[in-house]
């Protein structure tokens, strides 16, 4: 059993201004972006079990809230004889 963990990720785009005034070359993906990734993962492996994990600061207000996805998977097997053995 393999695990991955997935979470939005950085994107490299051509420099921009961003809302702080700064000069960027990086932005989040965005959560149809996020989704098409994890869809992608999904389809192409065997899935065991997907579990949430939460950090970040819970009282006071303090900070914000952070969520992963834990996704247990094995490879799926391939009956093509030319293809590798596991996607």
Known sequence: ???????K???EVSPYTNRYGD???RRKET????EARLNDFL???HIIDIKPIY????DEGGGGIYCEL???YEPREVNNPFASKYI
């Open 1 to 7: 059993m393999n695990v991955k963990l997935f979470s």
């Open 9 to 11: 990720q950085s994107i």
């Open 23 to 25: 000069v960027s070359t």
């Open 31 to 34: 959560q149809e972006e996020y």
């Open 43 to 45: 389809e192409q492996h």
């Open 55 to 58: 950090d970040g600061d819970w």
């Open 70 to 72: 834990m996704v247990m």
